[in-house]
């Protein structure tokens, strides 16, 4: 059974940083497309960023481009996400995903929640002003 499990979330003021990780139970997160999603109430899901299988891409949303970084450990089969002069917009629930299938990249899917088949419960990031 697989268990995807974030961690990292919490209280921040703005232009503040914090590191969320991802780590996951009956699955090698170095074969997977792995994904950060986000939601805030009363909103969509969004695509925050990805990182193929083969670490050789990554994809950011335009609102987090240069503030966050997407990163893998194979060794600790753990996922990251740098988040740096964070902003009140960004609070919201981050999710951690992992894509259907294994060794598969589409840069079109970064973004598209129902291309991940693996979510973890989620982590809350809330940045005060």
């Known amino acids: 059974q697989v268990q995807v499990v974030e961690s990292g979330g919490g209280l921040v003021q703005a232009g503040g940083s914090l590191r969320l990780s991802c780590t996951a139970s009956g699955l090698t997160l170095g074969d997977y497309t792995m994904g950060w999603f986000r939601q805030a109430p009363g909103k969509e899901r969004e695509g925050v960023s990805c990182?193929?299988?083969?670490?050789?891409?990554?994809d950011y949303a335009d609102s987090v481009k240069g503030r966050f970084t997407i990163s893998r450990d194979r060794a600790k089969n753990m996922l990251y996400l740098q988040m740096d002069s964070l902003k009140p917009e960004d609070t919201a629930m981050y999710y951690c995903?992992?894509?259907?299938?294994?060794?598969?990249?589409?840069?079109?899917?970064?973004?598209?929640?129902?291309?991940?088949?693996?979510w973890g419960q989620g982590t809350q990031v809330t940045v005060s002003s």
């Open positions: 995903a992992a894509e259907g299938d294994p060794k598969y990249y589409n840069s079109n899917n970064c973004a598209k929640a129902t291309s991940f088949g693996y």
């Open positions: 990182i193929s299988w083969s670490d050789r891409a990554t």
